[in-house]
């Protein structure tokens, strides 16, 4: 979700702690009380919902023989990083996964908390956490069948750590799951000028063009350390209907699945993805 991961030390390799950045922290912070509001600044990411969910639920369900009907991600164990007042972590909690959701901003969490409370199913399966990723490293060696990173990513400072500290927190051949914003003039204009600036429909100040991240870097960067690229697809937003769709451009926004190298040193084979963002688009959540 839209949270702030920051470092201290921009190097790769670095094992600083992680410290963050107190402007953004404010900003954040005063956006904290209105994640659930389906028609505010959040909007987007509420309708993200409807094909980020789906992608998610079918490419873990097609690399396993066995779900439970109604409750399909039973049993898994999911990181959602940077989860916000927790737009992804609902969902994921109510396809039976057990979800654990880390967010730096302490009232995002309080928010997130507070909304779970009102689903008694809920607040057995989610638990949440003021967090950075690397904070909870130590405890949380080889815990997880899965991490999503939805709209996280362009806000790192030092991405290559980011992703090594996804790397052990991840079981081996688990899932990573990636959703950003490219770095490409279009997603300047789009994304920043015309979302922020003259729509409204992301916050103002929200993104930095800068920090955007092309699928090619972020690929490199996966494969790089230890993890197998399995799905690249570009994500388009439609601001006249609020609505997410696929497409084959990731000139934009674009979703990445990974999977982590297995015991032996290499990613386990799976059956092949293909379709599967076209069998999400017209799933829709469950």
């Avoid at 302490?106 to 809920?122: C, G, M, Q, Y």
């Avoid at 914003?181 to 800068?210: D, F, M, R």
């Avoid at 690249?232 to 937003?237: E, K, S």
């Avoid at 990613?267 to 993805?273: G, K, M, R, V, W």
Wanted: net charge negative.
């Amino acid at each position: 979700q839209l949270s702030l991961f920051r470092f201290t030390v921009k190097r790769p390799f670095s094992t600083s702690h992680s410290s963050v950045d107190s402007k953004e922290m404010k900003k954040f912070q005063l956006l904290a009380h209105k994640w659930w509001d389906e028609e505010g600044e959040y909007a987007a990411l509420h309708s993200m919902n409807d094909i980020r969910v789906p992608f998610i639920r079918d490419t873990l369900l097609s690399m396993s023989s066995n779900y439970h009907l109604g409750n399909p991600l039973s049993g898994i164990k999911i990181l959602d990083v940077g989860c916000g007042g927790g737009l992804l972590s609902e969902p994921l909690g109510r396809l039976g996964a057990s979800v654990t959701g880390i967010d730096p901003v302490e009232d995002n969490i309080r928010t997130a908390d507070r909304h779970k409370s009102f689903d008694p199913v809920l607040a057995k399966r989610i638990q949440y956490k003021s967090s950075s990723l690397e904070e909870i490293v130590e405890e949380s060696m080889e815990t997880f069948d899965v991490i999503v990173a939805s709209e996280v990513v362009e806000h790192v400072a030092d991405l290559e750590m980011f992703i090594k500290c996804c790397s052990q927190v991840l079981k081996p051949d688990g899932s990573l799951f990636i959703t950003t914003i490219n770095k490409t003039q279009l997603s300047y204009v789009l994304g920043i000028v015309v979302a922020e600036k003259l729509l409204g429909i992301v916050p103002e100040g929200t993104h930095e063009w800068e920090k955007f991240v092309p699928p090619e870097e972020l690929e490199h960067l996966l494969e790089s350390n230890g993890f197998s690229v399995r799905t690249v697809t570009g994500m388009l937003y439609n601001p006249l209907w609020g609505s997410w769709s696929w497409t084959e451009s990731t000139s934009l926004n674009y979703a990445v699945h990974a999977v982590k190298a297995g015991a032996g040193g290499h990613a386990t084979d799976t059956p092949p993805e293909t379709d599967i963002q076209q069998r999400s688009a017209t799933a829709g959540t469950a």
